[in-house]
């Protein structure tokens, strides 16, 4: 079945450095998402790339798809405490159920 | 955006007794909703799609008779845990979405410890 293949599992960072997340996805998909889990929360939405090359940005996140809409990275420029919390991407590969395969997340934690 | 609404937030029960877990879209009709169960620091763990007016599909290894999931209507979903042992304490997690919308919108979760 599909794998959706998250890296790095837990990145510690100081308040300030930039931040990084890929994934990688086993089979080509529909779109891929991003979703943001606070702790002790539950995940929500930030984002949906559909297109092959597609960047997306909001504020300091910047969102990417690649070429082969295999993978996707995302990037938080200058890390701020309030941005703690576990990032997962879901890919979708179309079907009527629209079913998600999630990777593992991305623990981040922010030194102040 | 879409509004899923997860009751109880927690809960606490003895082993061998049932707990049913409720999921409602507030302000759009879902025709599928999903349960997952997320262990500590762990993803999400997709363990079934409830379809409204059908049988739910699990994923491999989900005990259907464990974990009832029944979708009566486009805004309910419910899963019961039933004979809960302390093994099935987790974070228990649905998620919803409205007609051709592809995001999903979650509900808040419950936590559910079996003593």
């Known amino acids: 079945g599909q794998q959706v293949m998250q890296i790095p599992q837990y990145q510690h960072v100081q308040e300030g450095e930039d931040f990084t997340t890929y994934c990688n996805s086993s089979?080509?998909?529909?779109?891929i998402q991003w979703y943001k889990q606070r702790p002790g929360g539950h995940p929500v939405f930030l984002i949906q790339l559909v297109k092959s090359g597609e960047v997306k940005k909001q504020k300091r996140l910047t969102f990417q798809f690649g070429e082969a809409k295999k993978n996707s990275s995302l990037h938080i420029t200058a890390t701020q405490t309030t941005d703690v919390g576990t990032y997962f991407c879901?890919?979708?590969?179309?079907?009527?159920?629209?079913?998600?395969?999630f990777g593992k997340g991305t623990l981040l934690t922010v030194n102040p | 955006g879409a509004v899923v609404s997860q009751h109880p937030s927690r809960v606490i029960c003895k082993s061998g007794t049932s707990v049913k877990i409720e999921c409602r879209s507030l302000d759009f009709q879902a025709t599928t909703m999903f349960w997952y169960r997320q262990f500590p620091k762990q993803s999400l763990m997709l363990m079934a799609t409830?379809?409204?007016?059908?049988?739910?599909?699990?994923e491999q290894g989900v005990e259907k008779d464990k974990f009832l999931i029944n979708h009566a209507s486009l805004t309910l979903s419910t899963l019961t845990v039933t004979s809960a042992h302390p093994e099935d304490s987790s974070f228990y997690i649905c998620?919803?979405?409205?007609?051709?919308?592809?995001?999903?919108?979650f509900g808040q979760g419950t936590r559910l410890t079996v003593v």
């Open positions: 998620s919803a979405r409205p007609v051709a919308v592809t995001e999903a919108f």
């Open positions: 879901a890919g979708f590969s179309g079907g009527s159920n629209y079913k998600l395969t």
């Open positions: 089979t080509t998909l529909s779109n």
């Open positions: 409830s379809n409204e007016g059908s049988k739910a599909t699990y």
